[in-house]
């Protein structure tokens, strides 16, 4: 993959979750590029938000069935990101 970052993060992810998270344990959820690695996806991080990240754990996470109708389909795989910050830093995303 291009080690473009603004092609690594797809989006950040707004959850009740992670909204939790956010604010206990300073770690924030991101819908990342399945290409990407750990290095990547912290380089990008800090690098869009100004901030010092201190580890970074991933997910893969498969489609889910769907019917609609009489068609039977599959929603697409996509991975999801956890970014722990340094305690002195936080991204005002809520």
């Given at each position: 993959?291009?080690?473009d970052i603004y092609n690594v993060i797809v989006r950040p992810?707004?959850?009740e979750k992670g909204t939790h998270q956010s604010q206990a344990l300073n770690a924030y959820a991101?819908?990342?590029n399945p290409e990407a690695n750990k290095?990547?996806?912290r380089q990008a991080v800090e690098k869009?938000?100004?901030v010092k990240v201190l580890e970074v754990r991933t997910a893969n996470?498969?489609?889910?069935p769907r019917r609609v109708g009489y068609k039977r389909g599959k929603t697409s795989r996509w991975k999801k990101a956890v970014v722990?910050?340094?305690?002195d830093h936080h991204i005002d995303l809520f």
């Open positions: 993959m291009e080690n992810l707004v959850t991101f819908q990342v290095a990547q996806i869009i938000y100004g996470r498969r489609g889910k722990v910050l340094h305690p």
